[in-house]
């Protein structure tokens, strides 16, 4: 087992993704992972606001929100339904 | 000593190339594959099938460790921006990205975890920065 403080960026990533169940995300998981990444961006997307610095930075992530917003109404839209089973 | 010697040969020789048939874990188990093309996304490589799929390079049966995954820092603001304007015409055009192993899943999956990254990162440092 390789201590934490020598752990590779990549290393570190995938711990940090699993943790986050980003890895692989189960079909009835996905909104509840989009939601957690909108919190994180949120945050620092606050963090930004409070600092008022980062303008580059504060557009990216509050054009990031909005892009996983739009995405979160996708995946939380009913199954859409073939025509043929109808 | 046999089974490292075909390690470095295994990692030696990937990704594989084009036409080769890859072995993989999907939802129902073991499968095997024609490898069409291998493209790198926000974080990880995407093994793309003759068929279609996409299958993300940490489930390609003997992929070599450690994995090859990009810096956050590595992906330009031109590649995230592109990223994303792909998954809402995807969106916009009605495509299911619940379709597992489907290009919209592959491309969702790998944003989320490239922002997840980039903002958790981009915070801990200001965190660190304030102690």
């Known amino acids: ?86 | 000593m046999k089974s490292s010697a075909k390690q470095l040969r295994r990692e030696a020789e990937w990704p594989p190339e084009e036409g080769e048939v890859i072995s993989f874990e999907c939802s129902t188990g073991p499968e095997t594959a024609i490898l069409k093309q291998v493209r790198w996304g926000l974080v990880w490589r995407d093994f793309i099938l003759v068929d279609g799929r996409v299958i993300p390079e940490h489930r390609i049966s003997d992929c070599p460790q450690p994995r090859v995954w990009r810096k956050i820092s590595e992906v330009t603001d031109h590649e995230r921006e592109e990223c994303e304007e792909r998954l809402l015409s995807m969106a916009r055009a009605g495509m299911d990205p619940r379709e597992r192993d489907q290009s919209f899943w592959a491309e969702l999956t790998q944003y989320l975890a490239y922002t997840y990254l980039r903002f958790k990162q981009a915070g801990s440092k200001v965190q660190d920065v304030e102690r």
């Open chain 1, 1 to 86: 087992m390789i201590p934490s403080d020598e752990e590779t960026e990549e290393q570190q990533a995938w711990r940090v993704l699993s943790e986050a169940g980003l890895v692989e995300i189960r079909l009835d998981e996905f909104a509840e992972r989009i939601r957690d990444v909108k919190r994180i961006v949120t945050v620092r997307l606050r963090e930004l606001l409070d600092l008022n610095g980062g303008t580059k930075e504060r557009e990216s992530a509050a054009y990031s929100l909005g892009t996983l917003k739009e995405l979160e109404l996708k995946v939380n839209a009913p199954t859409p339904v073939d025509p043929s089973e109808m």
